[in-house]
Nanobody, 125 residues
Framework: QEQLMESGGGSVQVGGSLRLSCPASAYRYTTLGWFRQTPGQEREPVAAIDSGGDTSYDESVKGRFTVSRDNVKNTLYLQMKNLSPDDSGLYSC?????????????????????WGQGTQVTVAS
């Protein structure tokens, strides 16, 4: 089974941007997502994109984050703009949720069955 491996995290200033990537060739026909976890908290959904390209977002990131998938490179992306300290956390890209997922809300964690180790995002004020 393909191991998911996120990249692109780092430290940025408030208002900065980052783009996260996650190769996921084994999960081309499933819904892919991005989750964020902070110390002592449950991981929470940030965004998702289904196999048909339909996207869904948490309200807190709408208008600032864009989730996309490149079906040639079989890679999932999360473009993050206008970052704030509240966006800090460990970002994971789960895969394996049902192929079609209707907006507006991303699938819950239980809908996914494969997870990466995560990439850290830190937004300094």
């Amino acid at each position: 089974q393909e191991q998911l491996m996120e990249s692109g995290g780092g430290s940025v200033q408030v208002g900065g941007s980052l783009r996260l990537s996650c190769p996921a060739s084994a999960y081309r026909y499933t819904t892919l997502g991005w989750f964020r976890q902070t110390p002592g908290q449950e991981r929470e959904p940030v965004a998702a994109i289904d196999s048909g390209g339909d996207t869904s977002y948490d309200e807190s990131v709408k208008g600032r984050f864009t989730v996309s998938r490149d079906n040639v490179k079989n890679t999932l992306y999360l473009q993050m703009k206008n970052l704030s300290p509240d966006d800090s956390g460990l970002y994971s890209c789960p895969a394996g949720a049902p192929a079609r997922w209707s907006p507006p809300f991303p699938p819950p964690a239980a809908a996914f069955h494969a997870w990466g180790q995560g990439t850290q995002v830190t937004v300094a004020s």
